[in-house]
């Protein structure tokens, strides 16, 4: 039966050494690219649109899955979200990782930035006692808030080096307890060394997900996450929730559309008039 | 203790998550054997097309009480049925109060919907879901199936029966020969629209309350004198409009398919049904209608076949899912007994053709086994006479001072200018004949 199997594979993965504890942070999204905008409320019409785990966190997860796979270790799954977001867990298995955690409460409802990070950050500290956590992973940002924020809060809640946008993993010594990454700029990229534990947040370009394995997804198919809900964190109630969430939506509008762009035809002119013409119509706009 | 090479091992695999597949994983799951769900959509139901009608009693087998909580339209009261010429219509109706109570008859559905909450039961059943997977071949060994090749990394999967509800192009049991190439008078191409429109619009122009339906069928001018017919359907707040014409008929007309939809949409009668909609999607579908005489083998070493992939259509009732999802919970049944017996030979599996036998899949397939045939000898059906039919109403309703026995006169010279009254009771009594 299968679960007897996962327990063997359990066995199989404890027995080894583990070198590294990966933790990986995932957001379920409402899938933007089906997104309709209520014209009369101008809020997004969450009904019956498919979820999927935030674009820029399957990054995060592929990251994960590969330097545990060139350093040897576990990776876990976490994310905060409704029940129905076990879905998001389960491809997190899929895409290869080891386990996955759950954080589900109504109390966690309405969570902002601020609150969001302390949930997830308290979580990890309760991993990190289980199996201490060496390097913790999150997508650059989610693309229904598009904050960019969560990421960065937990590195600051936990103490943990802050590297943002990261491009690629140059390195990591286990020894030493450090890593070099580059980060990406508006001009250009970083090499930073930092010491672990460290939280790094991944832009797209850092690699290419992988198409998961059918063990993997069969793996998923029927994995129950550990579910952490209020009562197993005792979290501080004014900290989570709409009561710790200092940020409110004054607004949510659909951008205008754009206009259509001005098209310059070269009927019967010459091709040093028309270049005059785009120059001067450049000029007019301020554009060079 | 099993080996962790056994967890790839199934007692089933499922290839396709329509009704029938989803149905025969419900099945099998809820027997505590362990099955596989594979499919190729993003979800199970993403990439799944039909007209959009469901029958209670089909879906009933596997949930009881399953329109408490399935994500349904609306339940069907009523069903038109529609003769078209190029410009009147002829209407018959039936609608039942019966209908508008629990538990229904039927309901339309989107099926991305439906579908996506059905394959959940099979999950909470027990059963794999393993979506955004294609399966590229069967795997055989000494003319035995014995598993599936996917697309996926280390993607071969094996169980003791691997069942194909891969939908009407089954290239898998193609590739087994359980079928031969398509003849494509055995095929309609369906093409249909979602249009958008407000509840309110709908149940005032359809006559009904709340999450009451109506369907209509139409036959006639819609198409062009090929064999096909039309549909309307209410959804919620949306109408399934679209047109299902034979293959065979399209490839010689050169008539593109949503042309004939566009048309259709045009037809002044059809227009005022759908005025103020927004079409919000579009999709086509082609449909096995071949029926019992076009049927592929259903049974192998290791293999079974159900749904669309068997032909279970009925082309006439327009009924498909409720065959589907039938036959899938007869392949499932017969995968229960199999595994008590541990005997998965085509010889064992035979018992599926049997369980099929008694029920209304094959009987029905069975009674109109002539139709496909007949209808396509007589593509009039869907052209000369709803034709004449309008004219010799628009006749018999116009007021206009000619006397009651000139009037007779001239409906008999309309019905028998293009067809003898001896060919006109031939049609009828051959049709009769046909019908079983």
Known sequence: ?288 | MPDIKDMNKFDAIIVGAGPAGTSCAHTVAKAGLKVALVDRGTFPGAKNVMGGVLYRHAVENAIPDFWKEAPLERHIIEQQYWLLSDDSNISIGHRSEKFAQEPYNRFTVLRAKFDSWFAGQADSAGAYIISKTVVDDVITENGRVVGIKTDRPDGNLYANVIVLCDGVNSLLAQKLGMRGEFDNRHLALAVKEIISMPREKIEDRFNLDGDEGATIDIYGEVAQGMEGTGFIYTNKDSLSVGIGVILADLVKTRVRPYDLLEQMKNHPVIKRMISGGEPREYMAHMIPEGGYKAMPKIYGDGVLVAGDAAMMVNGFHREGSNLAMTSGRLAGKTIIEATEKGDYSKNALSRYKDLLEDSFVLKDLKKYKNLPAHISNYSEFFSTYPEILNKAADEFLTIDGVSKKEKQRKIRKILTEKKSLWNIIKDTYKSWRAFG
């Open chain 1, 1 to 288: 039966m299968i679960e007897c199997n996962i327990d063997i594979l359990k066995k199989d993965i404890a027995n080894k050494r583990l070198d590294m504890h990966i933790v990986v942070c995932i957001k379920q999204v409402p899938d933007t690219t089906q997104a309709r905008i209520d014209p009369k409320t101008n809020t997004l019409i969450r009904e019956g649109m498919p979820t999927i785990v935030n674009p820029y966190d399957l990054h995060a997860l592929e990251e994960g899955v590969r330097i545990k796979e060139e350093y040897g270790g576990k990776v876990t799954v976490l994310t905060m979200g409704p029940p129905q977001a076990k879905d998001a867990i389960r491809e997190g298995i899929s895409h290869g990782c080891d386990e996955g955690i759950l954080l589900t409460d109504r109390a966690f409802a309405g969570s902002d930035t601020l609150a969001t990070s302390y949930v997830l950050s308290e979580a990890i500290k309760r991993v990190d006692l289980d199996e201490k956590v060496d390097l913790v992973i999150c997508g650059k940002q989610s693309i229904d808030g598009d904050t960019a924020q969560v990421g960065p809060g937990i590195a600051q809640r936990l103490d943990l080096s802050q590297l943002t946008y990261v491009i690629k993993v140059r390195s990591i010594d286990l020894k030493k307890n450090s890593m070099i990454v580059e980060r990406q700029l508006e001009d250009g990229r970083q090499i930073v060394e930092a010491r672990m534990p460290a939280l790094m947040t991944v832009v797209k370009e850092i690699n290419e997900t992988r198409y998961s394995s059918l063990s993997n997804l069969i793996k998923a198919a029927k994995y129950e996450p550990a579910v952490w809900n209020q009562e197993v964190l005792g979290l501080d109630t004014t900290k989570i929730g709409l009561k710790g969430s200092p940020t409110t939506v004054r607004k949510i509008f659909a951008p205008p559309p754009r206009e259509a762009g001005e098209i310059i035809n070269n009927e019967g002119e010459s091709s040093k008039e028309v270049a005059e013409k785009l120059l001067k119509l450049l000029i007019e706009k301020e554009v060079i």
